[in-house]
Protein backbone atom coordinates (compact mmCIF):
# COMPACT_ATOMS: atom_id res chain seq x y z
CA UNK A 1 0.00 0.00 0.00
CA UNK A 2 1.04 3.45 -0.98
CA UNK A 3 1.51 5.78 2.25
CA UNK A 4 -0.10 9.41 1.94
CA UNK A 5 3.70 10.81 1.86
CA UNK A 6 4.45 8.95 -1.10
CA UNK A 7 1.39 10.15 -3.00
CA UNK A 8 2.74 13.58 -2.44
CA UNK A 9 5.07 12.63 -4.88
CA UNK A 10 3.28 10.95 -7.22
CA UNK A 11 0.96 14.08 -7.36
CA UNK A 12 4.13 16.16 -8.56
CA UNK A 13 5.50 13.90 -10.84
CA UNK A 14 2.62 14.37 -12.38
CA UNK A 15 2.10 17.99 -12.22
CA UNK A 16 5.93 19.08 -12.71
CA UNK A 17 5.32 21.61 -9.97
CA UNK A 18 2.51 22.99 -7.78
CA UNK A 19 2.91 27.15 -7.34
CA UNK A 20 2.10 27.31 -3.76
CA UNK A 21 1.51 26.04 -0.01
CA UNK A 22 -2.51 27.27 -0.48
CA UNK A 23 -2.94 24.97 -4.01
CA UNK A 24 -0.94 22.29 -3.10
CA UNK A 25 -3.15 21.94 0.07
CA UNK A 26 -6.74 22.41 -2.34
CA UNK A 27 -5.59 19.77 -4.24
CA UNK A 28 -5.16 17.16 -2.09
CA UNK A 29 -8.23 17.94 -0.01
CA UNK A 30 -10.13 18.00 -3.27
CA UNK A 31 -8.28 14.45 -4.19
CA UNK A 32 -9.25 12.84 -0.89
CA UNK A 33 -13.18 14.64 -0.65
CA UNK A 34 -14.40 14.78 -4.17
CA UNK A 35 -11.89 12.08 -5.99
CA UNK A 36 -11.99 9.31 -3.50
CA UNK A 37 -8.35 9.04 -3.19
CA UNK A 38 -7.55 7.72 -0.05
CA UNK A 39 -5.33 9.82 2.24
CA UNK A 40 -5.31 10.18 6.11
CA UNK A 41 -4.90 14.18 6.48
CA UNK A 42 -7.16 15.28 8.56
CA UNK A 43 -8.24 19.24 7.43
CA UNK A 44 -9.64 22.16 9.71
CA UNK A 45 -10.84 25.56 8.54
CA UNK A 46 -8.33 27.99 7.85
CA UNK A 47 -8.12 31.14 5.72
CA UNK A 48 -7.86 29.97 2.55
CA UNK A 49 -10.31 27.07 3.03
CA UNK A 50 -9.38 23.83 4.21
CA UNK A 51 -6.03 23.32 5.49
CA UNK A 52 -3.74 20.25 6.81
CA UNK A 53 -1.30 20.55 9.37
CA UNK A 54 -0.12 17.44 8.63
CA UNK A 55 0.36 17.69 5.37
CA UNK A 56 2.43 20.75 5.68
CA UNK A 57 4.80 18.45 8.29
CA UNK A 58 5.00 15.73 5.19
CA UNK A 59 5.73 18.76 2.93
CA UNK A 60 8.83 20.26 5.26
CA UNK A 61 9.97 16.18 5.32
CA UNK A 62 10.53 15.55 1.84
CA UNK A 63 12.08 18.75 1.38
CA UNK A 64 14.10 18.45 4.01
CA UNK A 65 15.01 15.24 2.89
CA UNK A 66 16.33 16.82 -0.14
CA UNK A 67 13.32 15.06 -2.38
CA UNK A 68 11.07 17.87 -2.87
CA UNK A 69 12.44 21.59 -3.19
CA UNK A 70 10.32 24.32 -2.13
CA UNK A 71 12.03 27.82 -4.03
CA UNK A 72 10.43 31.05 -2.64
CA UNK A 73 8.95 33.12 -5.67
CA UNK A 74 7.48 36.72 -5.30
CA UNK A 75 5.65 37.57 -2.37
CA UNK A 76 4.27 34.45 -0.19
CA UNK A 77 4.28 32.19 -3.47
CA UNK A 78 6.82 28.69 -2.79
CA UNK A 79 7.11 26.50 -6.12
CA UNK A 80 7.02 23.36 -4.78
CA UNK A 81 9.16 20.15 -7.22
CA UNK A 82 10.68 17.26 -7.37
CA UNK A 83 14.91 16.83 -7.34
CA UNK A 84 16.25 14.43 -9.15
CA UNK A 85 16.31 12.29 -6.19
CA UNK A 86 12.44 12.86 -5.66
CA UNK A 87 11.81 11.89 -9.36
CA UNK A 88 13.39 8.67 -8.77
CA UNK A 89 11.55 7.84 -6.21
CA UNK A 90 8.18 9.22 -7.50
CA UNK A 91 8.50 7.09 -10.05
CA UNK A 92 9.76 3.84 -8.33
CA UNK A 93 6.50 4.89 -6.05
CA UNK A 94 4.08 4.93 -9.19
CA UNK A 95 4.84 1.77 -10.63
CA UNK A 96 3.75 0.47 -6.81
CA UNK A 97 0.62 1.67 -7.37
CA UNK A 98 -2.61 0.34 -7.60
CA UNK A 99 -3.46 0.85 -11.15
CA UNK A 100 -7.38 1.99 -10.43
CA UNK A 101 -6.09 3.83 -7.76
CA UNK A 102 -2.90 5.25 -10.29
CA UNK A 103 -5.44 5.77 -12.97
CA UNK A 104 -8.10 8.19 -10.65
CA UNK A 105 -5.14 10.12 -9.53
CA UNK A 106 -4.13 10.92 -12.82
CA UNK A 107 -7.85 11.54 -14.15
CA UNK A 108 -7.97 14.29 -11.14
CA UNK A 109 -4.88 15.69 -11.72
CA UNK A 110 -5.42 16.19 -15.34
CA UNK A 111 -8.70 18.01 -13.84
CA UNK A 112 -6.80 20.67 -11.56
CA UNK A 113 -3.50 20.91 -13.25
CA UNK A 114 -5.12 24.09 -15.20
CA UNK A 115 -7.74 25.24 -12.34
CA UNK A 116 -6.67 29.06 -10.91
CA UNK A 117 -6.04 28.55 -7.48
CA UNK A 118 -8.80 30.77 -6.87
CA UNK A 119 -11.60 28.06 -8.27
CA UNK A 120 -9.70 25.47 -6.76
CA UNK A 121 -10.35 27.46 -3.27
CA UNK A 122 -13.73 28.19 -4.16
CA UNK A 123 -14.22 24.55 -4.53
CA UNK A 124 -12.87 22.84 -1.28
CA UNK A 125 -14.70 25.50 0.47
CA UNK A 126 -17.77 24.37 -1.03
CA UNK A 127 -17.24 20.74 -0.14
CA UNK A 128 -15.91 21.64 3.49
CA UNK A 129 -19.06 23.67 3.74
CA UNK A 130 -21.53 21.14 2.37
CA UNK A 131 -19.54 18.00 4.50
CA UNK A 132 -19.33 20.12 7.77
Do not use: C, W
Request: hydrophobic fraction near 40%; charge should be positive; proline fraction near 3%.
Amino acid sequence: MVKDIEKLLVILKNLGKIEGRTRFQKIVFLLKHKDGIKFDYTFIPYYYGPYSPELQTEINLLEAADILKVIPQDGALYMHILTSRGQKLAREIENKMDAAEKARLKEALRKYKNKSTISLIAEAKKIATNSA
